[in-house]
């Protein structure tokens, strides 16, 4: 299991951002591993909402479906499955002095022979993580 976190302050209003953060699709604006999000149902977005998310890692594409798992104030979970892997996104938004404050957290559990990657890809998906804290202030900022 690798498990990465990063705190991301914006001055964008809090629900302004919870609003934003809850439609798994606009990942494609702020997670530079997202290559394309889609929607996978229709209607509000509520908890078992899904989405097909296609991601890039170490130069291949990777398709998982993400489930949204938790939606309560501040607080927002999305899991995605493959048969490889189950990637959990785990963000708690709060606001503090005028400012937003989003705490990323992502565990990463691979299945079957993939487990074994597990030491060697925690560098990798760390470097993901400090790159997203600029994507992901851009993104909310332009909000």
């Known amino acids: 299991m690798v498990n990465v976190h990063r705190t991301i302050t914006v001055r964008t209003p ?11 699709a606009h990942a494609e604006e702020w997670d530079p591993g997202t290559v394309s999000c889609t929607r996978a149902d229709t209607g509000p977005i509520v908890v078992g909402s899904q989405w097909r998310n296609v991601s890039e890692f170490r130069g291949k594409k990777t398709e998982l479906t993400y489930r949204l798992e938790r939606l309560e104030p501040g ?20 606001e503090e002095d005028g400012t937003t404050s989003i705490s990323y957290d992502a565990t990463i559990t691979f299945h079957g022979l993939a487990k074994l990657a597990d030491p060697f890809l925690k560098r990798e998906f760390e470097k993901m993580g400090d790159e997203l804290v600029p994507t992901m202030r851009k993104a909310l900022e332009a909000l």
């Open 14 to 24: 809090v629900q302004t951002v919870v609003d934003y953060l809850q439609d798994f």
């Open 75 to 94: 607080r927002i979970v999305f899991v995605g499955s493959n048969k490889t892997a189950t990637s959990t996104d785990d963000l708690t938004v709060t």
